[in-house]
């Protein structure tokens, strides 16, 4: 005797591997962020995929993008989130850091401003100091549109390049040292952070860690 057994349909294991818990993915990403971070933004990646108004995974991209130096792809980011939350005067500063970073000094303006709107006493201190970085007379313009920057997208993973410098010049990077000094001595980090700022004021990446060391404060 011959006995029909029913067929269930198998789901598509692309489902597994796209639509999983945002806390999953999320504590995916702080798990690898420093040890592998193409896999951390690969885990970034499926959570905005799944969860495009993740306001967490929409910070956290901004930040990846910001240890990679590249504060450009990291403010669309930034300003995702700061739709989701108009009250964040936090992200508000950030984003005027971020514009200050770029040159587009009218669009720091505007967020900036904002963020003087904080009840936070310390937040508005640290916008009114922001402002001050802008050229003097930027106070007599009216914003104007800010420059269109691509929406992102998923994208592609990462494959990681190491170019090495000539064996016989020694590279001495002030970011290298200045992360050093975080964990041993964070006051010394710090004044050494500002002092790159200063003598270096188009190195993104500090002025990327240095609005993020003022927004932590």
């Not at 945002?22 to 905005?48: E, G, R, W």
């Not at 989130?81 to 971020?98: M, P, V």
């Not at 190491?162 to 002030?174: F, G, H, K, R, W």
Request: charged letters at 20%; zero cysteines; glycine letters at 2%.
């Amino acid at each position: 005797m011959i006995v029909s057994l029913p067929i269930f349909a198998q789901p598509s294991p692309s489902n597994f591997s796209i639509k999983r818990d945002a806390n999953t993915l999320l504590n995916q990403y702080y798990h690898t962020k420093d040890s592998d971070p193409i896999a951390a933004k690969l885990a970034l990646d499926l959570l905005l995929e799944s969860y495009p108004n993740n306001i967490t995974g929409l910070k956290e991209m901004g930040y990846w993008y910001l240890r990679k130096q590249d504060p450009a792809s990291a403010l669309p980011y930034f300003i995702r989130a700061y739709k989701l939350e108009t009250n964040n005067y936090e992200l508000a500063l950030q984003i005027g850091y971020l514009y200050t970073q770029l040159k587009q000094y009218p669009q720091a303006l505007e967020y900036i401003t904002a963020a003087q709107n904080s009840s936070d006493l310390t937040l508005k201190q640290k916008a009114t100091a922001a402002l001050q970085e802008l050229p003097t007379s930027l106070t007599k313009i009216t914003p104007a549109p800010a420059i269109p920057i691509p929406v992102p997208t998923l994208t592609q993973p990462i494959i990681a390049t190491q170019t090495a410098a000539p064996s016989s010049i020694n590279v001495v990077n002030p970011m290298d040292q200045y992360y050093g000094l975080q964990r041993t001595d964070p006051a010394k980090a710090e004044k050494l952070l500002a002092q790159i700022v200063k003598d270096e004021p188009d190195n993104a990446q500090a002025w990327a860690e240095w609005g993020y060391l003022n927004l932590k404060k």
